[in-house]
Nanobody, 115 residues
Framework: QVQLVESGGGLVQAGGSLRLSCAASGRIFSINAMGWYRQAPGKQRELVATITSGGSTNYADSVKGRFTISRDNAKNTVYLQMNSLKPEDIAIYYC?????????WGQGTQVTVSS
């Protein structure tokens, strides 16, 4: 079994920054990619950013140029640096791990941006 533990969410003023972290532990045999998704109230969960084991990244258009995803393969940890935060970034942010056989999700961390 794989566990994903997120941290770093909170309340920040518009224009501010937050850094999310997600540490994976447990029976991890392989990792294709790790990433972040978010779900705003009344909306479906959407992709924010992903990063493969080789370092290739993919971002939602809405966060390009503001968010940066990175990972520490040795620690099975993925980070999301979020700059220039906007009220429309308010959501629960979920960490995702794609092992190639199964997808795992964290419990989510709340990000709130005050205008």
């Amino acid at each position: 079994q794989v566990q994903l533990v997120e941290s770093g969410g909170g309340l920040v003023q518009a224009g501010g920054s937050l850094r999310l972290s997600c540490a994976a532990s447990g029976r991890i045999f392989s990792i294709n990619a790790m990433g972040w998704y978010r779900q705003a109230p009344g909306k479906q969960r959407e992709l924010v950013a992903t990063i493969t084991s080789g370092g290739s990244t993919n971002y939602a258009d809405s966060v390009k140029g503001r968010f940066t995803i990175s990972r520490d393969n040795a620690k099975n940890t993925v980070y999301l640096q979020m700059n220039s935060l906007k009220p429309e970034d308010i959501a629960i942010y979920y960490c995702n791990l794609d092992s190639g056989f199964h997808e795992y999700w964290g419990q989510g961390t709340q990000v709130t941006v005050s205008s």
